[in-house]
């Protein structure tokens, strides 16, 4: 690996000059170009009558394909641009402009889909049968079912359009008001700085209990006070999907999202059962946290709080060293992977004001290429966060040489391959602890977790859902908002808490994602899954790493159910895998009790 590992990642290596590049600015040109060929190629298109007629439409896939995988390109480009710097003006109106592109693709896609719901059952049996579209029948069929399910193709490239600054208008419009928020923090030189939300953030888990708690009430005062301006947004956002649904004759709020997802309802509710079921372990943890902090019972600003500090803080080369030894012990391919994206630059840490808060990895299907964002300062949340986003980079570089359409995988397991990612290193964390108390602090951030997949998304997943059947009535006032809020996660955390973040829906930029509805549960659904995964890993050993790599090829082509039944011979819509995953859990935080059982 290279020496010294850049802070910061290489946008330029895409498209030289930024949110002014001359390059890309050609690249969406040609873009809009093609967008139109393919709205004009698709509308005088006929409805094939038999299977020869079918060969006509191979180059409208060959197009829609080549301008699928584009429009990701130049819209990860410019979530980049902006997440670098939220300030940047330029990669807002790059946004705006590739979310109208977008609309006018989608709405292509749709006289596409209707084509593809008028074709005769016969002709489609003996089209997706063909050699050159075989590889393709799972995402055209997928395609087919879902366009027999909605409006006319008219209507759905109407909404389609209005959505650009309506739908997800307000969700750039959320972007704002983040931006915009600042926070003072006095550091202990007495110096008061104006911190971003992502910065301040950071200091909610801070080791210093004093600094957690006036953070806490700083970021709480903040988020109040643009808190109406979020309901305004999140209003807005719910009355417009709500509205769509109505017109496609849907009544369930989780229709999409599970479809999305590629998972029944069925799997889901297994899934959240298991969970409520073995919650208990994580009330006898948090009331143990709370001893090992000298509480009565933890407030919501001490749930993430470390009971025990790493003595130093971790330097960001040596993260990647160690991400990279862990990753070659499961696997080389994973590892030389990370190495090439710490070389390349693929990826950016440094710690500055502006920068949108939280992490994320977008890929650049043209590229072959990905991008990490996070803001690291040396702890080993940042240090799980980091494998974490490469476990969603390896993902993509798995299936950049399959076809296009085949790279679109579901959130779901998207959360599975970086959650696998992030338990390989905090596993051997654990393991490697040179001390009891490092040991402590290290399983604790792995038992973390389980708190936020069990209970945190739990509670977010129980808030949107009330959210929308209240929303279905009228406008949801904040006030109202923060009443669902906080009455879901008394619920979630099992009322173990003394105090809760009502306007957690306001500084969560979760609820106000337009591309997956319910951003929430996947990401339970990955955890579990990837505990499940990992605890078969353990069982296997190294012949593991092959099966992973085959089942990760395999996401953008199957449900979930079919994925995990071909490739481990499991039924989840059982409760055997989930219970599974549960009881490696359990391990963790049966070894944290025993090991602070002297706790006062």
């Known amino acids: 690996m290279k020496q ?28 809009e170009a093609d967008a139109a060929k393919l709205a004009d190629e698709i509308r005088n298109a006929g409805v094939p009558r038999n299977a020869e007629e079918t060969q006509a439409l191979d180059g409208i896939i060959g197009l829609l394909q080549s301008c699928s995988g584009r429009l990701t390109q130049a819209a990860e480009f410019a979530e980049c641009l902006g997440a670098q710097n939220q300030q940047d003006k330029g990669a807002v109106r790059l946004t705006s402009r590739v979310s109208g592109l977008r609309a006018r693709y989608e709405g292509a896609v749709s006289q596409f889909e209707n084509l593809l719901r008028q074709t005769a059952d016969d002709v489609w049996s003996a089209w997706i049968a063909r050699p050159e579209i075989a590889p393709l029948a799972f995402v ?89 301006y979020c309901a305004d947004t999140l209003n807005h956002l719910a009355g417009f999907r709500l ?78 060293h160690e991400i990279v030894a862990q990753f070659r012990k499961f696997s080389p391919r994973m590892a030389d992977f990370a190495e090439l994206a710490f070389n390349e630059d693929w990826i950016e840490v440094e710690d500055r004001a502006g920068k949108r808060p939280g992490g994320f990895c977008v890929s650049f299907p043209e590229s072959g290429e990905s991008r990490i964002f996070m803001t690291y300062s040396g702890t080993p949340s940042n240090v799980a966060t980091l494998a974490h986003e490469l476990g969603h980079a390896y993902h993509s570089y798995l299936l950049k040489d399959q076809p296009v359409l085949n790279q679109n995988y579901a959130m779901n397991v998207a959360e599975t391959a970086s959650t696998f990612a992030e338990v390989i290193v905090a596993d051997a964390q654990v393991k490697a602890a040179g001390s009891r108390e490092e040991k402590i602090a290290l399983l604790e951030e792995k038992i973390q977790n389980s708190v936020a997949f069990f209970m945190n998304i739990h509670a977010r997943f129980l808030f949107e859902t009330r959210f929308y059947a209240k929303r279905r009535e009228g406008l949801v006032s904040a006030e109202e908002l923060n009443a669902l809020m906080e009455e879901a996660q008394k619920e979630a955390f099992n009322g173990v808490l003394s105090g809760y973040h009502p306007h957690f829906w306001a500084s969560k930029l979760h609820f106000y994602i337009t591309g997956v509805p319910f951003y929430n549960f996947p990401y339970t659904v990955g955890y579990m899954f990837s505990t499940g995964l990992y605890r078969l890993a353990l069982q296997e050993g190294p012949a593991f790493a092959d099966k992973y790599d085959a089942l990760l090829r395999d996401t953008g082509v199957m449900t979930l159910e079919d994925l995990v039944a071909k490739h481990l011979g499991v039924d989840l819509t059982r409760p055997d895998f989930w219970q599974g995953a549960a009881d490696l859990i359990a391990e963790d935080i049966a070894e944290f009790l025993r090991m602070t059982e002297d706790a006062r």
């Open 243 to 320: 509205k769509l649904y109505e017109r496609r004759g849907w009544d369930d709020i989780l229709k999409e999202p599970l479809g999305l997802n590629r998972m029944s309802r069925t799997t889901l509710d297994r899934m959240w059962e298991v969970i409520a079921a073995n919650k208990g372990m994580l009330v006898s943890y948090l009331e143990r946290k709370a001893k090992l902090l000298g509480l009565e019972s933890l407030g919501w600003e001490d749930v993430d709080a470390p009971v025990r500090s790493v003595s130093r803080t971790i330097p960001y080369e040596e993260a990647a």
């Open 140 to 228: 055209l069929s997928e395609s087919r079912e879902q366009a027999r399910e909605k409006m006319s193709p008219e209507l759905e490239s109407l909404a389609l359009e209005l959505a650009v600054d309506g739908y997800h208008g307000w969700s750039e419009h959320y972007e704002t008001i983040v931006g915009d928020i600042r926070i003072p923090f006095e550091d202990k030189d007495g110096t008061v700085r104006q911190l971003s939300a992502g910065q301040a953030f950071n200091k909610l888990s801070d080791g210093d209990a004093g600094v957690r708690k006036e953070m806490f009430r700083k970021w709480e005062e903040a988020w109040g006070e643009a808190a109406d």
């Open 4 to 31: 010294p590992l850049s802070l910061t990642w290489n946008l330029d290596s895409l498209y030289p000059g930024g949110s002014a590049s001359s390059e890309f600015e050609q690249f969406l040109s040609a873009l």
